[in-house]
């Protein structure tokens, strides 16, 4: 069974900076991409950045673009979203997600989510 623990939220002030950090685990713990999406309060889940684990290629939302990095450590199944200029529309629940396999049509294992709170 693979899971996925994210850690790094929390509150910071407009301008700011969060680091966010995803650890994958589990004897069975594979990964084509690995992407990070979010939730705020009365709205539906969005998209904010990808990675695919062999290549490092990376695809961001265009709200968070040149605001925010994903990276990636295979040695630790761990991903990261370095979250830049931060204000108060990136206020949310995080959540990282993994796709296996390249023909997966849907992320396959999803995290529990971080809070994310940016004060203006």
């Known amino acids: 069974q693979v899971q996925l623990a994210e850690s790094g939220g929390g509150l910071v002030q407009t301008g700011g900076s969060l680091r966010l950090s995803c650890a994958g685990s589990?004897?069975?713990?594979?990964?084509?991409?690995m992407g990070w999406f979010r939730q705020a309060p009365g709205k539906g889940r969005e998209f904010v950045a990808s990675?695919?684990?062999?290549?490092?290629?990376?695809d961001y939302a265009e709200s968070v673009k040149g605001r925010f990095t994903i990276s990636r450590d295979n040695t630790k199944n761990t991903v990261y979203l370095q979250m830049n200029s931060l204000n108060p529309e990136d206020t949310a629940v995080y959540y990282c997600?993994?796709?296996?396999?390249?023909?997966?049509?849907?992320?396959?294992?999803w995290g529990q989510g971080t809070q994310v709170t940016v004060s203006s």
């Open positions: 997600a993994n796709k296996r396999r390249s023909y997966s049509l849907e992320y396959n294992d």
């Open positions: 589990g004897r069975t713990f594979s990964s084509y991409v």
């Open positions: 990675i695919r684990w062999s290549s490092g290629i990376t």
